[in-house]
């Protein structure tokens, strides 16, 4: 099992949350062997959370090259720049390797209402970047909506989120990738079980909500319908502003 980056939504997550990561990916890592890849939000590595790993469960926080599972893999964690990014994965996929795993944007990937191109934003990786050495398959986390998009003669993968983040989000499927090698790579999205999000203006828009659900509130209409929204177990999710939240938004959320 590969995870692609962002483990956590920010880079100093709380301790209760690192507890049960941990605590899952102990038991994944005890049925198949588990690689997992630093993200922009894993700006802060994934070691510091999670120890120095093992054996079956790889913790990568630089670019590098590993064999798991018979597979030669090649690694490498988000960069901020596109050069950047090309420097470093010459030596992690050096020889040709089975995979290239990565967190970055490549050029023609869609996120809603924007389109990866060069130099726009600096990180998009274009075939300027392609390594000569031969891969086998490139997959990708960073961005939320499953899609492939082409790179000279590879085809970049990306999972999408496993949860809806915004309400962007709203109509997006969620899932993972199945991926099987046999004379050579094949791969296929896996539905996956998420929650809905939905909007919520008013007392009349709870009857559709249970529990687990995100709901979307208005800063404004909090104090009204924030309780009223979590006694019926919907999870309140609040826009993203400047400056710190308070403290009755922070426990909501």
């Given at each position: 099992?590969?995870?692609?980056g962002?483990v956590?939504?920010?880079?100093?997550?709380?301790?209760?949350?690192?507890?049960?990561?941990a605590?899952?990916?102990?038991?994944v890592?005890?049925?198949?062997?588990l690689?997992m890849?630093?993200g922009?939000?894993d700006?802060?590595g994934?070691?510091?959370?999670?120890?120095g790993g093992?054996?079956r469960?790889v913790l990568v926080?630089q670019?590098?090259?590993?064999?798991?599972?018979?597979?030669?893999v090649g690694?490498v964690?988000?960069?901020?720049?596109?050069?950047q990014?090309g420097a470093?994965?010459?030596?992690a996929?050096?020889g040709g390797?089975?995979?290239?795993v990565?967190?970055?944007?490549?050029v023609?990937?869609?996120?809603?209402?924007?389109?990866?191109r060069?130099g726009?934003?600096r990180e998009?990786?274009?075939?300027?970047?392609?390594?000569?050495?031969a891969l086998?398959?490139?997959m990708s986390g960073?961005?939320?909506?499953s899609?492939?998009v082409?790179?000279?003669p590879?085809r970049v993968v990306?999972?999408?989120?496993?949860?809806?983040t915004?309400?962007s989000e709203?109509?997006?499927?969620k899932?993972?990738?199945m991926?099987?090698?046999?004379s050579?790579?094949?791969?296929?999205?896996?539905?996956?079980?998420?929650r809905?999000?939905?909007?919520?203006?008013?007392?009349t828009?709870?009857?559709s909500?249970?529990?687990g659900?995100?709901?979307?509130?208005?800063?404004?209409?909090?104090?009204?319908l924030?309780?009223?929204v979590?006694?019926?177990?919907g999870?309140v999710?609040?826009p993203?502003?400047?400056?710190?939240?308070?403290?009755r938004?922070m426990?909501?959320?």
């Open positions: 099992m590969i995870h692609t962002d956590f939504d920010r880079s100093r997550p709380p301790p209760e949350a690192v507890a049960r990561a605590a899952l990916f102990s038991q890592a005890q049925r198949v062997p690689v890849l630093a922009n939000h700006r802060w994934l070691a510091p959370h999670f120890g093992s054996a469960w926080d670019p590098e090259q590993v064999r798991v599972a018979g597979l030669k690694l964690p988000h960069c901020r720049t596109a050069d990014w470093l994965v010459r030596p996929v050096r390797v089975d995979l290239l990565c967190h970055q944007g490549f023609g990937a869609r996120v809603p209402g924007f389109t990866f060069v726009a934003p998009t990786v274009s075939e300027a970047q392609l390594p000569p050495d086998g398959a490139v960073h961005l939320h909506p899609q492939t082409r790179w000279g590879h990306y999972a999408g989120s496993t949860e809806r915004s309400v709203t109509h997006q499927a899932g993972s990738v991926w099987t090698l046999e050579r790579w094949s791969w296929r999205f896996v539905a996956g079980r998420t809905p999000w939905m909007p919520c203006a008013d007392l828009d709870l009857e909500v249970d529990p659900d995100l709901v979307s509130v208005a800063p404004r209409l909090l104090d009204r924030g309780s009223a979590s006694e019926r177990g999870i999710v609040l993203r502003r400047s400056g710190r939240p308070s403290r938004q426990r909501l959320f």
